[in-house]
């Protein structure tokens, strides 16, 4: 850490040395850091937002899922039920009743090939949006780090971090858009 605060400082002084006016450069960055640094903050609040409903999402199509497999695997065990029962009555009438029975859990709204169907398509939404998270979470780091740069920049009068946020925020929007579309 000390390192690199020593860097910095360096840095610093080497633009003091320069005879740059620091003042009129000073008065020049916070004019124009303000609105910049709302501006950054309002993306990285939506980001934020954004993620928090791709997760949101994520959780909800899991349990749904869960419990269309939940229901899928209980009719499959009342389905097994019904077929041993009908293969081990020696009542024929029964044996059919059962069998009929045991074949009505296979089709139908509730039935097992819809609600494998049912929770095939909710994974498949919700490993999308697993695809998604980790842009939208590079992205949000992006931000921050602009934000942090554009006060460093204040702080420092420093034009190389004024505009270097301007490249960070560029890149957060850049990730912000990966995640949105899956482009790459």
């Not at 939940?70 to 020696?90: D, G, P, R, V």
Request: charged share 20%; net charge positive.
């Amino acid at each position: 850490m000390a390192l690199v605060t020593d860097s910095v400082m360096k840095l610093l002084r080497k633009n003091e040395e320069k005879g740059e006016p620091s003042a009129e450069q000073g008065s020049k960055i916070k004019s124009k850091a303000g609105l910049v640094i709302n501006i950054f903050a309002a993306l990285l609040a939506f980001n934020m937002w954004f993620q928090g409903s791709l997760n949101s999402k994520v959780m909800n199509n899991t349990i749904q899922a869960n419990d269309l497999w939940n229901f899928y695997q209980a009719k499959s065990i009342k389905q097994t039920s019904y077929e041993l029962a009908a293969q081990q009555t020696l009542d024929p009438a029964k044996a059919k009743k059962w069998a009929e029975k045991a074949a009505s859990y296979e089709e139908g709204p509730e039935g097992k090939k819809a609600l494998l169907e049912q929770a095939k398509a909710l994974e498949a939404q919700r490993d999308h949006y697993k695809l998604q998270l980790p842009w939208i979470g590079y992205a949000s780091t992006a931000y921050q780090l602009s934000i942090v740069l554009l006060s460093a920049s204040i702080l420092s009068v420093s034009m190389a971090l004024f505009w270097g946020s301007f490249v960070m925020a560029g890149a957060g929007i850049f990730l912000m858009l990966q995640g949105f579309l899956l482009f790459l």
